[in-house]
């Protein structure tokens, strides 16, 4: 029940844990190393969340222990909220204070001290004091596991919540875009005008397509890489869905294997290079890098060097959630396309199209319109939510009864501003149908995304 949105939802503290604005403020406050534990043990709990979802249904003290550490998760939101908004603080007292020309010691001290004021010091001492209740309850989460005898992840039995998401393909699974017409003549402009290429360039033009999860990066690279004119324009595509496990071997293998029919079984690394190297020399290529993670540049480098062979105008599309992913694999002459969320008027026309036999107007039908209105408003903006809504409202037959059902689901019952999940939700979660379970996930990062 509780597993993948937790699971999720600590995907997201780690992203917060890592980020750097965290990490400098942590080492002013001399509290980068119990920020460091806090990854490597949840790292720790977090391998054996599968046993745990299983073992709940039978075990209560399972279940408590995954309440207590749904609890623990939102508290360490919370404190990391704090520490994001007193490190900004601290960047504004040495932004004006740089600007009033502080003397050379000031220079040399960190503003932070030299602008010690009572409630620093109690904040300060606040802080530390949260640290350490915080450090006892992992503590306490990790004795227990073991208490519990829950097992870790075993490659018999992969985990879940890596089950949840397929690797994307090239093939369009929507027949339109709605709302992403402009950005996506944008990314065909710079892949096919002569305006924006340079004939002598032999390096790759890589485009990076940036969003949250969901946001719609992998359909719009779909409908760019099927194309007409990319299809004309292309002496040969590729597309490689990377995801997490970054695996220069793999990737190599993937985009090699889409170009030719040649056996690439047990291969290592320099044959892979070797042959992708021979096979795109003197040609113009696009390849699509889906769903990117990995922020090592000496990976990315060694990716990119086969394709430094190729003709002048080939093209690498990149999509990411990262931002330091598309500056470190992007061109300088290339911004990074975001992608923001949609308005409510546009996801209201992405859920007649799959709640309604693809109806683009929802008008013909003002009952379930108003249901329909509200269900999309709920969503927030994001189009997988509103797509996987659309799926669950699509079998209700535009009976309004079940359209109503769902929308007073306990599940939306998530103020943008709580930071918990009422006990009553997680009841009717476990018995919800698993397109409303990804639904919840979006909305609970929404709120969460919301909040930083």
Same mark, same amino acid.
């Given at each position: 029940m509780a597993e993948f949105l937790l699971s999720k939802c600590l995907d997201i503290l780690f992203d917060r844990l890592l980020?750097?604005?965290?990490?400098?403020?942590?080492?002013?406050? =001399?509290?980068?190393?119990?920020? %460091?534990?806090?990854?490597?043990?949840?790292? $720790?709990?977090?391998?054996?969340?599968?046993?745990? /979802?299983?073992?709940?249904?039978?075990? @209560?003290?399972?279940?408590?222990?995954?309440?207590?550490?749904?609890?623990?998760?939102?508290?360490?939101? %919370?404190?990391?909220?704090?520490?994001?908004?007193?490190?900004?603080?601290?960047?504004?007292?040495m932004a004006g204070e740089s600007q009033a020309s502080a003397s050379?010691?000031?220079?040399?001290?960190?503003?932070?001290?030299?602008?010690?004021?009572?409630?620093?010091?109690?904040?300060?001492?606040?802080?530390?004091? @949260?640290?350490?209740?915080?450090?006892?309850?992992?503590?306490?989460? &990790?004795?227990?596991?073991?208490?519990?005898?829950?097992?870790?992840?075993?490659?018999?039995?992969?985990?879940?919540?890596?089950?949840?998401?397929?690797?994307?393909?090239?093939? &369009?699974?929507? %027949?339109?875009?709605?709302?992403?017409?402009? &950005?996506? =003549?944008?990314?065909?402009?710079?892949?096919?005008?002569?305006?924006?290429?340079?004939?002598?360039?032999?390096?790759?033009? &890589?485009?990076?397509?940036?969003?949250?999860?969901?946001?719609?990066?992998?359909?719009?690279?779909?409908?760019?890489?099927?194309?007409?004119?990319?299809?004309?324009?292309?002496?040969?595509?590729?597309?490689?869905?990377?995801?997490?496990?970054?695996?220069?071997?793999?990737?190599?293998?993937? $985009?090699?294997?889409?170009?030719?029919?040649?056996?690439?079984? =047990?291969?290592?690394?320099?044959?892979?290079? /070797?042959?992708?190297?021979?096979?795109?020399? =003197?040609?113009?290529?696009?390849v699509i890098l889906d769903d990117v993670w990995n922020e090592n540049y000496t990976d990315w480098t060694r990716l990119r060097a086969p394709f430094e062979v190729g003709a002048s105008r080939s093209s690498i599309i990149v999509t990411t959630r990262s931002q330091k992913v598309s500056y470190l694999m992007g061109n300088k002459e290339v911004e990074p396309f975001q992608l923001e969320l949609l308005s409510n008027d546009v996801c209201l026309s992405i859920f007649s199209q799959h709640a309604l036999d693809h109806a683009r107007d929802i008008s013909a039908h003002p009952d379930l319109k108003v249901i329909g209105e509200e269900l999309v408003r709920r969503c927030k903006g994001l189009p997988l939510a509103v797509k996987t809504i659309a799926g669950v409202i699509r079998s209700k037959q535009k009976d309004q009864k079940e359209w109503e059902k769902v929308l007073r689901n306990k599940i939306w019952d998530i103020p943008a501003e709580e930071s918990g999940i009422p006990s009553s939700l997680m009841v009717s979660y476990d018995n919800l149908p698993g397109a409303l379970h990804t639904a919840q996930y979006y909305q609970r990062i929404m709120n969460l995304r919301r909040r930083r």
């Open positions: 980020s750097s604005d965290l990490l400098k403020f942590a080492r002013l406050e =001399g509290i980068r190393e119990e920020l %460091d534990k806090w990854r490597k043990t949840m790292t $720790i709990i977090q391998r054996v969340l599968d046993d745990a /979802e299983e073992q709940q249904r039978t075990e @209560k003290t399972v279940k408590d222990w995954l309440d207590d550490l749904r609890d623990l998760f939102y508290d360490m939101e %919370d404190l990391l909220d704090e520490f994001a908004t007193e490190a900004l603080h601290e960047r504004k007292l050379m010691v000031r220079n040399i001290i960190p503003s932070w001290f030299t602008a010690f004021t009572p409630s620093d010091v109690k904040f300060k001492i606040r802080l530390r004091s @949260k640290i350490e209740k915080i450090n006892t309850r992992i503590n306490d989460l &990790v004795i227990q596991k073991y208490e519990l005898n829950l097992k870790e992840n075993s490659s018999k039995r992969p985990s879940k919540r890596r089950e949840i998401k397929s690797p994307s393909t090239s093939l &369009v699974t929507e %027949d339109h875009i709605y709302g992403r017409e402009e &950005v996506r =003549g944008a990314v065909l402009q710079l892949l096919v005008s002569e305006k924006h290429s340079d004939a002598s360039n032999k390096i790759p033009n &890589v485009i990076p397509i940036v969003g949250m999860a969901g946001i719609g990066k992998t359909t719009l690279a779909q409908l760019v890489y099927n194309d007409k004119k990319v299809e004309s324009f292309f002496n040969l595509k590729a597309w490689a869905c990377v995801s997490e496990d970054f695996d220069v071997g793999a990737v190599t293998k993937t $985009i090699l294997q889409s170009l030719t029919s040649e056996n690439c079984d =047990g291969k290592d690394l320099n044959w892979l290079q /070797e042959k992708l190297k021979e096979k795109l020399r =003197g040609k113009r290529f696009l």
